[in-house]
């Protein structure tokens, strides 16, 4: 560019108006690291700033997300759900409030066939009472109101192809 008649600082300001690609580990073009400030052209009028755009987007989505601060008191002898990290198929069981380890925080519990186990706030959900949680009452109601189960058991369904016997070659 110098050698075609072009002066040093012109040549300069065509080259990083030319180029500007972002660089992958700054993720800043070559204009912005040299001026700081991204150069302006007839398509950045058009264009509304990115980076207003961006933040207002990003609050707008924590507003959206923000689920409050969690304030639930465990005291001893609630009945609470606690969450099994075991292989076995329920999530959530039943169990007690036996002391407070860290105040707010980590609890001791017995689980309803006499296990003790450490669990941390997060991982107990209040219950208001042992009978609200039991699935007896929910086991026999219809899933589907109006729908009764079907009584007798049904025979799988067998082809009527006429099957051709097997021959030993």
Same mark, same amino acid.
């Given at each position: !560019?110098?050698?075609?008649? !072009? /002066?040093?600082?012109?040549?300069?300001?065509?080259?990083? @108006?030319?180029?500007?690609? &972002?660089?992958?580990?700054?993720?800043?073009?070559? %204009? /912005?690291?040299?001026?700081? +400030?991204?150069?302006?052209? $007839? @398509? /950045?009028?058009?264009?509304?700033?990115?980076?207003?755009?961006?933040?207002? $987007?990003?609050? =707008?989505?924590?507003?959206?997300?923000?689920?409050?601060?969690? *304030?639930?008191? @465990?005291?001893?002898?609630?009945?609470? %759900?606690?969450?099994?990290?075991?292989? /076995?198929?329920?999530?959530?069981?039943?169990?007690?409030?036996?002391?407070?380890?860290?105040?707010?925080?980590? @609890?001791?519990?017995?689980? !309803?066939?006499?296990?003790?186990?450490? #669990?941390?706030?997060?991982?107990? %959900? #209040?219950?208001?009472?042992?009978?609200?949680?039991?699935? &007896?009452?929910?086991?026999?109601?219809? *899933?589907?109101?109006?729908?009764?189960?079907?009584?007798? =058991?049904?025979?799988? $369904? +067998? &082809?009527? +192809?006429? +099957?051709? #016997?097997?021959? %030993? &070659?």
């Amino acid at each position: !560019m110098v050698n075609g008649g !072009m /002066s040093l600082p012109n040549a300069i300001q065509q080259f990083l @108006f030319d180029y500007r690609t &972002s660089h992958t580990t700054t993720q800043k073009t070559p %204009a /912005s690291l040299m001026f700081n +400030r991204e150069l302006r052209n $007839r @398509f /950045s009028l058009l264009r509304p700033p990115l980076t207003e755009y961006r933040v207002e $987007r990003q609050q =707008k989505r924590e507003v959206k997300n923000h689920k409050g601060l969690r *304030i639930i008191k @465990f005291t001893r002898g609630d009945t609470v %759900a606690a969450k099994d990290y075991r292989g /076995s198929k329920e999530r959530w069981i039943l169990a007690k409030i036996v002391k407070e380890i860290t105040p707010g925080v980590t @609890f001791e519990i017995q689980t !309803m066939d006499g296990q003790i186990w450490k #669990k941390h706030a997060n991982q107990l %959900a #209040k219950q208001k009472d042992t009978q609200e949680v039991g699935t &007896s009452s929910t086991t026999n109601r219809p *899933i589907l109101p109006g729908v009764e189960p079907l009584k007798k =058991k049904l025979e799988p $369904r +067998r &082809s009527e +192809r006429i +099957r051709k #016997k097997i021959t %030993a &070659s």
